[in-house]
């Protein structure tokens, strides 16, 4: 009874009273758009990216950045590429065990939040593992990639994926480890982890991890390869054994001899990343810039820094087609107590014609000295003798870092003043920090390493 009141009643009224009903229901209808619309509006609201590009200047501090801006453009020149993500910061870079850091250590706070004591990689100072941001991505579902101008095994790429106590005595324990992790993309050298000995690799349990790749579904690409293929969607790229070689010295060769570019290497793992739906992390590490610096090879230092931030334009480039991508930049530490000075012979540094590596190779492994130097260099005045102290270094790195001494006693170029030090050659100087994109402005002002993959997890609301 009263159900048929009520229904009579509303039946009675759907077109006497209709407009009335509208009406409140536009207003309801109204009141809820104009509070959604005044939350868009009047509170902070949370920019998300879809995908991360990291990148990292090994050895890239403040002075090795003003440095190579003078090389390339001369001062108020020009600015690099990277210069322009609009948002900065400075960025502390202690160790666990050290006030100057080593790359392990470096790469596992700015990967996953940790101090760790130098020549750790991936592990807290505690000895546990240190979870990276690229294995919560994994997690949640995002495409991983790692690009570098060195080993793919090299301490920075390392510390996302791996995690061992001692980066120099464990590298083919990385190589496993890489291969556990299975990154989407990586790109770079160091191909001898990945082989046995009898395949001309460095490996001493017999195992072919690219084979073993291959059989995971992995593409497989090595020098020569061409690069304007379609970038497959799992891709292994190692084009070298060891360190991809420095411009200064694979510009010597023709364009179809030299190794690929940093640049190319970044713009082929954004092809293979971006090409499904999913969002992804990449990890872009300019990693040569720090063994010019270690090798007092100023002009390394800016060549490699130029490469790397053509990779960072290359990116750039990406973020305008893809506006949701965060690009971040970093450095580990800075290496070799470099100062941008006035004094210095920037035409002697032009005339360089191979990295202080490559020349002293050369005089160790021949009876090469004063006019190879002379010719490489443009300068005069090398002498056998000093090319006999070179030659006599007890390694080949304080051969370098002789050569490098002397090369800067020409250029005028300012390092530290010793050879023989306990940070390896590293400085502990605040790095800079740029920033551009969804979240950036969340990386501004004054940051410790550890708070980049906090912040990164805080945005991305992983924590
Ligand atoms: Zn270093």
């Excluded at 010295?249 to 092809?271: F, H, K, N, V």
Aim: glycine residues 10%.
């Amino acid at each position: 009874m009263i159900r048929q009141h009520s229904t009579r009643q509303h039946s009675a009224r759907h077109h006497s009273d209709r407009h009335p009903h509208l009406v409140r229901r536009w207003m309801l209808m109204s009141i809820v758009a104009l509070v959604g619309l005044c939350a868009l509006a009047c509170s902070p609201q949370v920019e998300r990216p879809d995908s991360v590009i990291l990148f990292i200047g090994d050895g890239f501090g403040p002075s090795q950045m003003t440095f190579a801006r003078n090389f390339l453009y001369g001062p108020g020149g020009g600015r690099l590429e990277l210069e322009s993500l609009p948002v900065t910061a400075l960025v502390s870079t202690w160790s666990a065990s050290n006030s100057v850091t080593d790359s392990g250590a470096g790469a596992t706070a700015i990967a996953s939040g940790f101090k760790a004591d130098n020549r750790y990689v991936g592990m807290t100072a505690d000895g546990e593992v240190a979870k990276s941001i690229s294995e919560i991505a994994q997690e949640k579902g995002w495409k991983v990639g790692y690009v570098t101008s060195t080993t793919v095994t090299h301490a920075t790429p390392a510390a996302f994926y791996a995690h061992v106590l001692n980066r120099y005595t464990d590298e083919d324990l990385i190589a496993e480890q890489l291969f556990d992790h299975q990154p989407d993309v990586i790109l770079g050298g160091g191909k001898s982890s990945f082989l046995p000995e009898s395949e001309g690799g460095g490996r001493q349990d017999g195992r072919n991890l690219l084979a073993e790749a291959k059989q995971a579904g992995y593409t497989v690409w090595e020098r020569g390869q061409n690069l304007d293929e379609p970038a497959p969607s799992k891709l292994l790229g190692l084009f070298t054994n060891g360190h991809l070689y420095y411009t200064i010295d694979d510009r010597q060769y023709p364009e179809e001899r030299r190794d690929p570019s940093l640049e190319r290497l970044t713009q082929l793992a954004l092809d293979s990343l971006s090409s499904k739906s999913k969002p992804f992390f990449l990890m872009v590490e300019g990693g040569r810039i720090d063994h010019g610096g270690h090798d007092f090879d100023a002009a390394s230092v800016a060549l490699q820094t130029q490469a790397f931030d053509k990779a960072v334009a290359a990116a750039l480039k990406f973020q305008k087609q893809h506006p949701k991508t965060l690009i971040l930049l970093t450095a580990d530490h800075a290496t070799g107590g470099l100062a941008a000075g006035d004094a210095i012979d920037w035409d002697g540094l032009k005339r360089q014609n191979a990295s202080v590596s490559a020349m002293a190779d050369r005089i160790r492994g021949s009876e090469e000295g004063a006019g190879m130097l002379n010719e490489l260099t443009g300068y005069d005045d090398f002498t056998e003798q000093d090319a006999d102290e070179v030659r006599q270094a007890i390694d080949g790195y304080t051969a370098c870092r002789i050569l490098g001494r002397k090369l800067a006693e020409r250029t005028g170029v300012t390092w530290l003043p010793k050879i023989g030090n306990d940070t390896y050659g590293h400085t502990g100087e605040d790095v800079p920090l740029f920033a551009g994109g969804p979240g950036a402005e969340r990386f501004q002002g004054i940051l410790d390493n550890t708070d980049i993959p906090k912040i990164l997890r805080q945005l991305l609301a992983w924590d």
